[in-house]
């Protein structure tokens, strides 16, 4: 506190040096501790700020001033920056209209603007339509080299408070925004490599406008595109700088890479198979890209448009858009395995496997099967395996360090926690591998026996082995492994030691401590009971059982929530499978109270509420439980019948679930609510949610005529 007042009376100090330094004190501040010391100070610092900014003479001084106000604002409570918007606004609006204004404070009144405008959301509506008016002005106006900056920052400022005052009032302003940025952008691509900050501000507009227009931005993309793609030294490297090779170099040229990048991903990932006519040109546009500016984050963003590159063809109406989105995996897929094997990082290479696997899913979702040639499946597991080994070497050198420590020359503190965070992500990088192993069998399982007999001959043996001292995640990659191959090959068809190895292990580590350990076990328990419940005798389901009922007694214990949380939901949702595939179709064979005691052990874990694909299928599931076996999971007089509306009723209000799943409960509900017997149940059931929640299940119900 003492220092905060201090610094505010420095504000008013007779040097301008000393009131400069207290400005950017303050900003620093502001910037490092958000929001506590927005929360605590704002009464005494920010009217000093705008004080200042009111009666400085010295332009770097009122400059400042301004920079330490944007400082403030930024992650600022809204509550709070509406208290100083009018002032803050009004003072910026005259510094940017008055003549003689010195450039540098007009950008600083920019940036104060889009701080202001970013944080105070739907209270900035009132200074909408000057702010534009203003802001326009200057984008049409402001001509020059000396001048470039600002008009950058108009258009970063025109995007934030947009974004922050909502599509319905920007929709007034967009055709001649849109025109004024294809203005700005044809120009730059006329100047060639000129460096040129507007590149990269024009890039990250189109990003914004996009997001606060959504699909409806497709109507501006005649207007938008053609200059980008025909001319991309607007949107990939200009300048040749060597220096953009560097892994981690910060150069203009990165820069503009990286705005380019998170601009086609947001197009693709909004617009979808709108955005398709442009798509023939992006697989080029990547590869230009990465041969002139290959730095980490540019790696990243190249791997991270891929999935949306696929996802965007294979939604298209295009015809045969699935052969197209094929081709683009290739020559994508290509740069990006050719970046995996040239990448040392064991974080980047995991990221692009990743990217790779959510390709590969894409593409298995949209129902490709069988697309790479044996010789491409045959270069791309080899590979894979090549990752594993390379993997394999850098942890034994890092482990071998580690063990190796020498009394005399000691590994300090910090190398010992920096080699054994580099252990962890090398083992990330199996877990990526074993994923991939799993979507590849899903799309070519004919041509994977090699993998499925390698995992069972060198990986599972020595991952999975309860004899000998293992890292948890190595386990995870064995259980992985497991379960690619339950889910996706035929494991009647497996060698019977095979069989015995998959159940063994999924039922031995069910109950682990280790939350990651225990998820992927109870998930392949789950597969496992989707696909041969019907094959497969009561002692093995039995076993199956307990094995889920052990794992959902184990406690938190040191184990973060999440992770805990999100094993303990797929558990539940492994046991609705067991339910749903066995007990429920078995229920005339099993004794009345173990299956009553198990129906209502079962419905006390429902609804889940933390992995959203668990949570929809665990949901689904008890639809059709309801609505197939109701006598028997109601139980006998409708015991479970509060417990089952009640949960109903929490999956509709705190929508628990995709649209479908909720239309499947409101569809239950509404046949419950007519019913002589339960219907009574549900009115009284749902009396007892708040207005508030009562008015969330009426308007998901109301289309389904639900009577309340």
């Known amino acids: 506190v003492h220092g905060e007042i201090t610094l505010s009376q420095y504000l008013g100090h007779p040097h301008p040096k000393i009131r400069y330094a207290a400005c950017h004190c303050l900003g620093q501040l502001a910037n490092d501790l958000l929001p506590e010391f927005q929360k605590r100070f704002h009464t005494s610092v920010v009217p000093s700020l705008i004080s200042l900014v009111e009666n400085e003479t010295v332009p770097r001084v009122q400059a400042h001033a301004l920079a330490a106000l944007s400082n ?55 200074y909408y339509a000057e702010s534009m008016t203003i802001l326009l002005d200057l984008l ?124 086609l991903k947001t197009f693709m990932e909004e617009l979808q198979g709108d955005f398709s006519p442009y798509l023939s040109s992006i697989p080029k546009l990547l590869e230009e890209i990465v041969a002139n500016c290959s730095n980490e984050q540019v790696k990243k963003l190249v791997g991270r448009c891929f999935a949306p590159l696929l996802r965007c063809i294979a939604q298209s109406q295009v015809e045969n858009a699935l052969d197209i989105a094929i081709s683009y995996f290739r020559v994508v897929g290509k740069l990006l395995w050719t970046m995996i094997l040239e990448e040392e990082d064991p974080e980047i290479i995991t990221l ?34 090549r990752c594993v080994e390379e993997s394999e070497e850098r942890r034994k050198k890092n482990r071998k360090e ?18 054994s965070a580099d252990i962890l992500r090398e083992e990330e990088i199996l877990l990526s591998v074993a994923r991939l192993f799993g979507v590849l069998m899903k799309t070519h399982l004919a041509g994977m026996e090699d993998i499925v007999k390698l995992a069972f001959t060198r990986f599972v043996p020595s991952a999975l082995d309860p004899n000998e001292a293992v890292d948890d995640k190595i386990r995870q990659f064995g259980l992985f492994l497991l379960c690619d191959v339950t889910e996706h090959a035929n494991l009647k068809e497996l060698p019977p030691e095979w069989q015995s190895t998959v159940l063994d292990n ?9 939350p990651f350990v225990r998820h992927a076990a109870v998930y392949g328990l789950g597969v496992f009971a989707q696909r ?38 797929a558990n539940v949702s492994a046991l609705s499978k067991v339910i749903l595939s066995y007990v429920l179709p078995n229920h005339k064979q099993l004794g009345e109270e173990d299956l009553g005691q198990l129906l209502r052990l079962w419905l006390s874990y ?45 999956i509709v209000q705190a929508r628990l679930g995709t649209a479908e799943t909720l239309q499947s409960v409101s569809v239950v509900l509404n046949q419950m609510s007519t019913h002589q017997q339960m219907g009574p149940v549900v009115h009284e059931t749902f009396e007892k949610f708040t207005p508030e929640q009562q008015a969330k299940i009426k308007a998901i119900l109301s289309p389904h005529n639900q009577s309340h």
């Open 402 to 419: 580690l063990e190796d420590d020498d009394p005399d020359e000691p590994i300090d503190e910090d190398q010992k926690e920096n080699l």
């Open 352 to 385: 692009l496997l990743e990217c790779l696997l959510f390709a590969l899913e894409v593409l298995a979702g949209a129902g490709a099967r069988g697309f790479l040639t044996s010789d491409e499946l045959a270069l791309l597991k080899s590979d894979l395996l």
């Open 532 to 569: 041969y419940a019907e094959t497969v005798d009561a002692t093995v389901i039995e076993r199956l059982t307990t094995s889920l009922l052990a794992g959902l007694n184990v406690q938190q214990g040191s184990y973060a929530a999440r992770p805990f949380v999100h094993a303990r939901d």
């Open 72 to 126: 403030f604002f930024e992650g600022c409570p809204m509550d709070i920056v509406a208290i100083y918007l009018d002032k803050t606004i009004k003072k910026a609006f005259e510094l940017l209209t008055e003549p003689g204004i010195a450039s540098i404070i007009k950008e600083n009144a920019l940036s104060s603007i889009s701080a202001a405008a970013d944080s105070a959301k739907e209270h900035y509506r009132p």
């Open 606 to 650: 429902l609804p889940l509420q933390h992995d959203r694909i668990e949570m929809n299928e665990a949901h689904l599931r008890l639809v059709s439980a309801v609505l197939g076996y109701s006598e028997v999971v109601l139980g006998s007089s409708l015991s479970n019948l509060p417990t089952v509306v009640r949960t109903l009723f929490d």
């Open 140 to 263: 049409r106006n402001a001509d020059g080299k000396a001048y470039r900056q600002i008009r950058a920052q108009a258009i970063e400022s025109i995007t934030l408070m947009s974004a922050s005052v909502g599509k319905e009032l920007f929709a007034t302003y967009v055709p001649e925004f849109v025109g004024l940025l294809v203005e700005l952008q044809e120009a730059c691509a006329k100047k060639g490599v000129e460096e040129d900050p507007l590149k990269s501000y024009i890039l990250s507009g189109w990003q914004r406008v996009c997001l606060i227009l959504k699909r409806d931005f497709a109507a501006c993309l005649k207007e938008v595109m053609p200059s980008l793609l025909e001319n991309p030294r607007v949107v990939a490297v200009g300048s040749g700088d060597k220096r953009a090779r560097a892994p981690d170099a910060n150069t203009s040229d990165t820069e503009e890479a990286v705005q380019a990048l998170k601009m």
């Open 506 to 514: 999924l039922c031995r580590y069910a109950a682990n401590q280790v």
